[in-house]
């Protein structure tokens, strides 16, 4: 079955330690998102690929950085967690074309740091 | 600023009816998403509406009136694994995703 696989599903890190998170879809989308859930609240966008074209929202900390070395493999990095990076982590993908189309999700990885 | 309002909590009572409203300020519309996310999950896609009116789909229906900026989500004949947040979200101007907070529903026996 097509899908969007997120791995690790839980990770554990520590105050600053650099943390990895993966995604890969065989949807062959062209657009993949990430996004970050904290507990009641929408996901809020950090950044997006349009094939290899990175979007980044103005918001996003600079602690913040992705990777997209193919169409099927996205990476979100987290240089330095802190405390309050704690959440869960959505990467999603889309067909793309400029027209609205229905985001795909990722079962997700729920960060932890200590 | 953009924006889209949702209840946070709503309660109901297997095998009933429940609607779960959203209304929407955004640049822009080129339609509007519900989506479900059970606790710990992701969210799922349920709906996709850009016309006015009522579309069905099984036990869920989505309504939509671009003039007042409102569309609701009706949920037949609930049943305990209904149990979810849902989540709307309005697709703007630039072709952007605006989501809501979520509407977390509790099914009751």
């Known amino acids: 079955d097509a899908m969007v696989i997120q791995n690790p599903r839980y990770q554990v890190t520590q105050f600053g330690k650099p943390v990895t998170l993966s995604c890969s879809q065989t949807?062959?989308?062209?657009?993949m998102y990430w996004y970050q859930q904290k507990s009641s609240q929408a996901p809020k966008l950090l950044f997006h690929?349009?094939?290899?074209?990175?979007?980044n929202e103005a918001d996003t900390p600079d602690n913040f950085q992705s990777r997209r070395p193919n169409t099927s493999f996205c990476f979100l990095d987290i240089r330095s967690p802190g405390l309050g990076d704690a959440a869960m982590y959505l990467c999603?993908?889309?067909?793309?074309?400029?027209?609205?189309?229905?985001?795909?999700f990722g079962p997700g990885t729920r960060l932890t740091v200590l | 600023g953009q924006n889209i309002d949702q209840p946070t909590e709503m309660t109901a009572t297997e095998g009933a009816i429940v609607q779960i409203n959203c209304t929407y300020q955004?640049?822009?519309?080129?339609?509007l998403f519900w989506y479900q996310q059970h606790a710990g999950e992701a969210p799922t896609f349920l709906s996709y509406?850009?016309l006015d009116g009522l579309e069905e789909k099984g036990r869920f229906s989505s309504f939509l009136s671009r003039s007042k900026g409102y569309s609701y989500l009706l949920l037949k004949e609930l049943q305990m694994k209904d149990s979810a947040s849902y989540l709307c979200?309005?697709?703007?101007?630039?072709?952007?995703?605006?989501w809501g907070a979520g509407t977390k529903l509790i099914i009751k026996p």
């Open positions: 999603a993908t889309s067909r793309g074309g400029g027209q609205t189309d229905t985001q795909y």
């Open positions: 949807l062959n989308h062209n657009v």
């Open positions: 690929y349009y094939d290899k074209d990175f979007n």
């Open positions: 955004t640049s822009g519309f080129n339609g």
């Open positions: 509406n850009v």
């Open positions: 979200a309005v697709s703007d101007s630039n072709y952007q995703l605006i």
